[in-house]
T-cell receptor, first 115, second 112 residues
């Protein structure tokens, strides 16, 4: 595996389900990110982890719960989601924290549909 | 005022022409600037980074930065139909969390 991988690629879940998204980076990077991309809206940063510590939480509802067990893996745990949470969820990583190391590389994304 | 602004387009250019994509940002302390290409249904792909005022060229792509005017642009020479995509401008400001602010993207259509 190379780059940033995400599983599953597609997910359909009901509002009462609990599911998890997984991201793995094979780039030796120190920082990982979760983004939400909805139609016609800019990428929305959800969470930032740097060296396994959460350093940014952009007022994300508690029904989204991130976990970063090590610098290569990032999870997003989902529970009691709403239909408006349907979107493309993107994981990214960067070398960080040097100023020239903020280039972020994205995984393929998980297309989430909440029914 | 949006932090990073782009014209959503679509910008339509004929094959072989120069496509010019523009981006303005509001945070004067921003230091790092990035252009991503996103094909429909795919994730963003980093195509250019620029950190200093002036031009940076990579193949058919040229990024231009003017910090005084808070303006960054991407030129695509000899545009090809395969360049048809949405181009996202991203800006890193102050702090060391790696947080990037993305514009909403400009859709480019290159017509054969």
């Amino acid at each position: 595996e190379t780059g940033v991988t995400q599983t599953p690629r597609h997910l359909v879940m009901g509002m009462t389900n609990k599911k998890s998204l997984k991201c793995e980076q094979h780039l030796g990077h120190n920082a990982m990110y979760w983004y939400k991309q909805s139609a016609k809206k800019p990428l929305e940063l959800m969470f930032v982890y740097s060296l396994e510590e959460r350093v940014e939480n952009n007022s994300v509802p508690s029904r989204f719960s991130p976990e970063c067990p090590n610098s290569s893996h990032l999870f997003l745990h989902l529970h009691t989601l709403q239909p408006e949470d349907s979107a493309l969820y993107l994981c990214a990583s960067s070398q960080g924290p040097d100023i020239r190391s903020y280039e972020q590389y994205f995984g393929p994304g998980t297309r989430l549909t909440v029914t | 005022q949006k932090e990073v602004e782009q014209n959503s387009g679509p910008l339509s250019v004929p094959e072989g022409a120069i496509a010019s994509l523009n981006c303005t940002y509001s945070d004067r302390v921003s230091q790092s600037f990035f252009w991503y290409r996103q094909y429909s249904g795919k994730s963003p792909e980093l195509i250019m980074s620029i950190y200093s005022n002036g031009d940076k060229e990579d193949g058919r792509f040229t990024a231009q930065l003017n910090k005084a005017s808070q303006y960054v642009s991407l030129l695509i020479r000899d545009s090809q139909p395969s360049d048809s995509a949405t181009y996202l401008c991203a800006v890193h400001g102050s702090g060391n969390t790696g947080k990037l602010i993305f514009g909403q993207g400009t859709t480019l259509q290159v017509k054969p």
